[in-house]
């Protein structure tokens, strides 16, 4: 069984930096690609950046710049250090995994820009 679990959400003001990190039961090099989506009330989820086993990444135009993908060593976990964040930022960011054509998700992590 394959969990994974976010952590670091919570509320910045504009301009200020959060860092969420997302805790698998597997090694991340189990999957073939993780990475951060987020949602708004209303709207599809987003991919917002993901990485790949060969440490390969993209990133949604918007986030370009401001926010980085990363993953630690032992590989269990998967970052996203977010700077420069602003109110078209506030979302539910979820952790995504892949692996043989599966998709997993995390239960979210609630991000919320405001003054």
């Known amino acids: 069984q394959v969990q994974l679990v976010e952590s670091g959400g919570g509320l910045v003001q504009p301009g200020g930096s959060l860092r969420l990190s997302c805790a698998t039961s597997?090694?991340?090099?189990?999957?073939?690609?993780m990475g951060w989506y987020r949602q708004v009330t209303g709207k599809q989820r987003e991919l917002v950046a993901s990485?790949?086993?060969?440490?390969?990444?993209v990133y949604a135009d918007s986030v370009k710049g401001r926010f980085t993908i990363s993953r630690d060593k032992p590989a269990s976990t998967i970052h996203l250090q977010m700077n420069s964040l602003n109110p078209e930022d506030t979302a539910l960011y979820y952790c995504?995994?892949?692996?043989?054509?599966?998709?997993?998700w995390g239960q979210g992590t609630q991000v919320t820009v405001s003054s």
């Open positions: 597997r090694s991340i090099f189990t999957f073939s690609l």
């Open positions: 990485i790949t086993t060969s440490g390969s990444t």
């Open positions: 995504h995994a892949r692996r043989t054509g599966t998709d997993y």
